[in-house]
């Protein structure tokens, strides 16, 4: 099956400053690649995705690449701000099934 | 904007005891999904659901249940708390296919 690995598991970041998190899988297959933002006490939320046929997408201060040839995606923060801290999780859908990372929790310190 | 509910945000139980969460959604989702979240460990699928009165195992189903009697609700059933089942549930739903899953707020068991 898929093995979703993510880095770094804890990522401190001073405000203005940028924030990027690795994530690597192993399924070929895995063509949906989402990424979620949970605040402390507070459900996952969706903040950004991306489908195998697209490289990069940004919305504002966020952007995410993928490498299918390396299996890697990564998320971009830019302009970091507090209310960025929380728990990042990304995760690689292969259609049959959805595999997620183990999380990076951001700090970003003012 | 969707709408996924838990019927209990936090729920202390006793070792032994018979444990149901419920879960509704409100977009006409047809699968749905329940997690676990422990620290270290990320989310961890304990069962899903694509249609009403299907089930299928995830990847930690021992110890735990679930019914899907309408397409709305998904219920977990711990059938006998034990303390290691101390946890966050989140569930989730989603249309079929590749899409996001939306979550619920969470509901904090702790079993003593």
């Known amino acids: 099956g898929e093995n979703v690995e993510q880095h770094p598991s804890t990522l401190s970041v001073q405000e203005g400053d940028s924030a990027v998190i690795k994530c690597t899988y192993s399924?070929?297959?895995?063509?949906?690649f989402p990424w979620y933002k949970q605040e402390l006490g507070k459900r996952p939320q969706l903040i950004i995705d991306i489908r195998s046929n697209v490289g990069e997408k940004k919305d504002q201060r966020i952007a995410v690449t993928l490498n299918k040839t390396a299996k890697h995606f990564s998320l971009h923060i830019t302009e970091t701000q507090p209310e960025d801290s929380a728990v990042y999780f990304c995760a690689a859908d292969t259609g049959n099934q959805f595999y997620f990372g183990t999380g990076t929790s951001l700090t970003v310190i003012p | 904007d969707v709408k996924v509910t838990q019927s209990s945000r936090y729920l202390v139980k006793r070792t032994g005891e018979k444990v149901f969460l419920e879960c509704v959604q409100d977009?006409?989702?047809?699968?749905m999904f329940w997690y676990r979240q422990d620290p270290g460990l990320g989310l961890r699928l304990i069962y899903f659901?694509?249609?009403?009165?299907?089930?299928e195992k995830g990847d930690i189903p021992e110890g735990y249940s679930v019914s899907r009697e309408k397409k709305e609700r998904f219920s977990l059933i711990l059938e006998s708390a034990s303390t290691n089942q101390t946890s966050m549930y989140l569930c989730a739903s989603s249309f079929p296919g590749q899409s996001s899953r939306y979550f619920g707020p969470g509901t904090r068991l702790t079993v003593t």
């Open positions: 399924d070929s297959a895995s063509n949906y």
């Open positions: 659901s694509y249609d009403v009165k299907m089930k």
């Open positions: 977009m006409d989702h047809e699968n």
